[in-house]
């Protein structure tokens, strides 16, 4: 998506921010508020949303804000159901409600740069995830449970490759993913758990949202 378009979907998103009850939805959603600013933090990243006109800014530093978070951040407001709750169950990303006719984009965005990504470097990985504010989970070659959002976490997997194989990974959702969010948004949380990882472990690639 081109920049521009971008920044117009962004402004397009804080405007509907501001017609949502924000304070009944800040409080379903186990956010506070402080004088008429809220503090979220969106995987190991601290931002301040402004009440009165939806101005997010980061909580400390000037640095950019990464593409995407604003609208999950908007989007939490909007599509979040009356009384959103997270299961604490992890599923893979097809038993996701309504997920699964997103799979291939989901694999070819998230999954398919983390696998490749990651090949030969698990230990990079480890120390990626437990940047992210991961627990181990002591499955696969690598294996984190990582918070997202208030209790919400996404878990990631991962099988270095061999002679035979090729590395291979997965993402795990809370089962009650979209209680907080669109279905397509859930993809881009996925995209940006492995964007996350592969910028914390300083690998090149190509960003997925272009």
């Known amino acids: 998506m081109a920049e521009d378009n971008y920044e117009k979907l962004v ?70 159901n009356p009384h959103p709750r997270a299961s604490g169950v992890l599923v893979p990303f097809r038993e996701v409600k309504g997920a699964a006719i997103f799979e291939p984009a989901f ?48 878990a990631v997997l991962f099988w270095d490759g061999d002679e035979e194989f090729d590395a291979s990974a997965n993402i795990l959702f809370d089962k009650s993913f979209t209680d907080f969010t669109h279905v397509e948004t859930v993809v881009t949380v996925g995209v940006d758990a492995a964007e996350s990882l592969l910028n914390l472990a300083g690998i090149p690639h190509e960003s997925s949202y272009k």
């Open 107 to 154: 694999r070819k965005l998230a999954i398919l740069p983390l696998s490749r990504g990651f090949s030969g470097r698990a230990a990079e990985l480890a120390a990626a995830c437990l940047a992210l504010g991961g627990a181990s989970l002591g499955k696969g070659d690598v294996g984190y449970r990582i918070p997202v959002f208030a209790g919400l976490d996404v």
């Open 11 to 80: 402004e397009e998103w804080r405007q509907r921010f501001l017609t949502t009850d924000v304070p009944e939805r800040a409080a379903a959603l186990g956010l506070e508020v402080r004088d008429g600013e809220i503090p979220i933090r969106y995987f190991n990243r601290d931002y301040i949303l402004r009440v009165s006109d939806g101005a997010i800014r980061r909580r400390e530093g000037a640095a950019p804000i990464p593409r995407y978070d604003a609208m999950f951040l908007y989007h939490l407001f909007w599509f979040s």
